[in-house]
T-cell receptor, first 115, second 114 residues
Framework: AQSVTQLGSHVSVSEGALVLLRCNYS??????LFWYVQYPNQGLQLLLK??????LVKGINGFEAEFKKSETSFHLTKPSAHMSDAAEYFC?????????????FGAGTRLAVHP | DAGVIQSPRHEVTEMGQEVTLRCKPI?????LFWYRQTMMRGLELLIY????????DSGMPEDRFSAKMPNASFSTLKIQPSEPRDSAVYFC????????????FGSGTRLTVV
């Protein structure tokens, strides 16, 4: 079985501060990992993905995440928060073909950015 | 590309009524997924299709829920009869088979059963 845990349901940062959203996974085999963002009343948008290539993955809007197998983590970071980054962020995990094809989501972290 | 298109955006219905949610995936995407999002349970995978064939419906909560994909460009999720606890946002997503496992989500249907 595989799952993903997001630490912290709410994170609040000041504009210009570092954003760090935490995600830990459990999987019996190397997983594929994803971060999605959801703005109010919208669907989920893919920020970035790790699919067993480079462990440091760069995404859209200045976000990046690093896959650390030893820590079973895939934390999302952004050096400087903007007001427009306020949204809910979801970490998700799946396993390549040969296993099941589902994308399993974490509970989400709501990011607030204040002036 | 218009993305994944869901209709309606909002649906309010009375308990006991039949509800049909619709989804048009991105052309050429071989996989289609239905998710439900609630505050209590987060994002739950209900069912997914590959080449119009249902592959895994283990997430469908009850027999009141059914999903079909009659062709590559259309899928429906039906609830009959609907209950207040079915109130949620229902998302459809699709992805291609080429190894890029990022999904493209629709904007969702917000269902309220009163």
């Amino acid at each position: 079985a595989q799952s993903v845990t997001q630490l912290g349901s709410h994170v609040s940062v000041s504009e210009g501060a570092l954003v760090l959203l935490r995600c830990n996974y459990s999987s019996s085999v190397p997983p594929y990992l994803f971060w999605y963002v959801q703005y109010p009343n919208q669907g989920l948008q893919l920020l970035l993905k790790y699919t067993s290539a480079a462990t440091l993955v760069k995404g859209i809007n200045g976000f990046e995440a690093e896959f650390k197998k030893s820590e079973t983590s895939f934390h999302l970071t952004k050096p400087s928060a903007h007001m427009s980054d306020a949204a809910e962020y979801f970490c998700a995990v799946s396993r390549p073909p040969g296993g099941y094809n589902k994308l399993i989501f974490g509970a989400g972290t709501r990011l607030a950015v204040h002036p | 590309d218009a993305g994944v298109i869901q209709s309606p955006r909002h649906e309010v219905t009375e308990m006991g009524q039949e509800v049909t949610l619709r989804c048009k995936p991105i052309s050429g995407h071989d996989y289609l997924f239905w998710y439900r999002q609630t505050m209590m349970r987060g994002l739950e995978l209900l069912i997914y299709f590959n080449n119009n064939v249902p592959i895994d419906d283990s997430g469908m909560p009850e027999d009141r829920f059914s999903a079909k994909m009659p062709n590559a460009s259309f899928s429906t999720l039906k609830i009959q009869p609907s209950e207040p606890r079915d109130s949620a946002v229902y998302f459809c997503a699709s992805r291609p088979v080429d190894g890029n496992y990022g999904y493209t989500f629709g904007s969702g249907t917000r269902l309220t059963v009163v």
